[in-house]
T-cell receptor, first 116, second 115 residues
Framework: AQKITQTQPGMFVQEKEAVTLDCTYD???????LFWYKQPSSGEMIFLIY??????QNATEGRYSLNFQKARKSANLVISASQLGDSAMYFC?????????????FGKGTTLSVSS | DSGVTQTPKHLITATGQRVTLRCSPR?????VYWYQQSLDQGLQFLIQ???????AKGNILERFSAQQFPDLHSELNLSSLELGDSALYFC??????????????FGSGTQLSVL
């Protein structure tokens, strides 16, 4: 069975600071993908970043980077230079890659609040 | 804009009724996923279709059903509605990423309120 755990219900940060959102996972699939999505108050789900389990380097997308530690089964999202518009709910998600028909499963999410 | 279109954006109905939620995937995407988001359960996977065929099933109730049509749009049918079915229902379509990863693009959701 697959499981995603996000232990931080809420995080508070000031503008221009960096913030790390935690995510740990559990899976028996040898090959899997890890994702982060952002959900602002408007409700839409916005894809941020993807990390494959066999990728040698940590993924980066602009101000977002994924701190992937395979042995610890963690996939933390790092947002550098926070902006007010980063205030949103953030979801970590995972999908096994070896089986057809496995869906993306999500953690419970972390609410990030960025203040000026 | 993700390119995934969901209608309607809001739906208010009564218990016992039946509703249909519609989703048009991004052009070229063959997979459609349905998710339910509620405060207590979080984001729950309901069902996936790939090119018209059911591919995977999650926590979908028997009162719910879905289908994907030849033009690849999908509909989620919810019947005998209960108060607890009130939630945000997302549709997502997918494209294969590098190394076999699959990036899901989500629609803006349909907010269902059952009164």
């Amino acid at each position: 069975a697959q499981k995603i755990t996000q232990t931080q219900p809420g995080m508070f940060v000031q503008e221009k600071e960096a913030v790390t959102l935690d995510c740990t996972y559990d899976t028996s699939d040898p090959s899997y993908g890890l994702f982060w999505y952002k959900q602002p108050s408007s409700g839409e789900m916005i894809f941020l970043i993807y990390q494959g389990s066999y990728d040698q380097q940590n993924a980066t997308e602009g101000r977002y980077s994924l701190n992937f530690q395979k042995a610890r089964k963690s996939a933390n999202l790092v947002i550098s230079a926070s902006q007010l518009g980063d205030s949103a709910m953030y979801f970590c998600a995972m999908r096994g890659l070896n089986q057809a028909g496995t869906a993306l499963i999500f953690g419970k999410g972390t609410t990030l609040s960025v203040s000026s | 804009d993700s390119g995934v279109t969901q209608t309607p954006k809001h739906l208010i109905t009564a218990t016992g009724q039946r509703v249909t939620l519609r989703c048009s995937p991004r052009s070229g995407d063959l997979s459609v996923y349905w998710y339910q988001q509620s405060l207590d359960q979080g984001l729950q996977f309901l069902i996936q279709y790939y090119n018209g065929e059911e591919r995977a099933k999650g926590n979908i109730l028997e009162r719910f059903s879905a289908q994907q049509f030849p033009d690849l749009h999908s509909e989620l049918n919810l019947s005998s509605l209960e108060l607890g079915d009130s939630a945000l229902y997302f549709c997502a379509s997918s494209v294969m990423n590098r190394a076999g990863g699959e990036k899901l693009f989500f629609g803006s959701g349909t907010q269902l309120s059952v009164l």
